[in-house]
T-cell receptor, first 108, second 116 residues
Framework: KNEVEQSPQNLTAQEGEFITINCSYS?????LHWLQQHPGGGIVSLFM???GKKKHGRLIATINIQEKHSSLHITASHPRDSAVYIC??????????FGTGTSLTVIP | DTEVTQTPKHLVMGMTNKKSLKCEQH?????MYWYKQKAKKPPELMFV?????LSINESVPSRFSPECPNSSLLNLHLHALQPEDSALYLC????WGGGADTGELFFGEGSRLTVL
């Protein structure tokens, strides 16, 4: 069993839709990271959170420490949001455990 | 400067060649990482350096040899690679520390390696 599980694996949405990607983890963490990777490209850090909720523009990340669960929401999705979204759990030893990623395609 | 710079962006090498991948950051981060990523898979950790010392080696074959000459530079020396080593090699850096407010990962664009 992976330490970090993401769902769904693949997601197709119409432009404008509200999108949710889920992440569950089984390790003790100091922080939970959401990352974005465009095709053929490097990885960009979207959020690092250890409690509550963070918001950047149309992106919102939440975490429930008791339930070991985090969600990434995208409001008013746009084709440029098409990418792979990766959840990563970081423990106090600075070790990262990556989810398998969610491949998002937003259709105009 | 919040960049991690990797060179080269693309590399094609034969199985008998010796080459190196380079990574540079000037954010004062004391943790640097090498990851290997195959298509449609998440990154796999290869090595972690903390304060210029190798702290994690994820049982990587010796044909991959990391080097951290100073706090800004990280190299990955490649020798006698196999075709199955073809992948995207990603460098990342972060502050070192287990706290909740430190440790955001900054990735380079990657070096896409093809072994013939």
């Amino acid at each position: 069993k992976n330490e970090v599980e993401q769902s769904p694996q693949n997601l197709t949405a119409q432009e404008g839709e509200f999108i949710t990607i889920n992440c569950s983890y089984s390790v003790g963490i100091s922080a939970l990271h959401w990352l974005q990777q465009h095709p053929g490209g490097g990885i960009v850090s979207l959020f690092m959170l250890s409690s509550g909720k963070k918001k950047h523009g149309r992106l919102i990340a939440t975490i429930n420490i008791q339930e070991k669960h985090s969600s990434l929401h995208i409001t008013a999705s746009h084709p440029r949001d098409s990418a792979v979204y990766i959840c990563a759990a970081r423990n106090t030893g600075n070790q990262f455990y990556f989810g398998t990623g969610t491949s998002l395609t937003v259709i105009p | 400067d919040t960049e991690v710079t990797q060179t080269p962006k693309h590399l094609v090498m034969g199985m008998t060649n010796k080459k190196s991948l380079k990574c540079e950051q000037h954010m004062g981060h004391r943790a640097m990482y090498w990851y290997k990523q195959k298509a449609k898979k998440p990154p796999e950790l290869m090595f972690v350096y903390s304060y210029e010392k190798l702290s994690i080696n994820e049982s990587v074959p010796s044909r991959f040899s990391p080097e951290c000459p100073n706090s800004s530079l990280l190299n990955l020396h490649l020798h006698a690679l196999q075709p199955e080593d073809s992948a995207l090699y990603l460098c990342a850096s972060s502050q070192w520390g287990g706290g909740a407010d430190t440790g955001e990962l900054f990735f380079g664009e990657g070096s896409r390696l093809t072994v013939l």
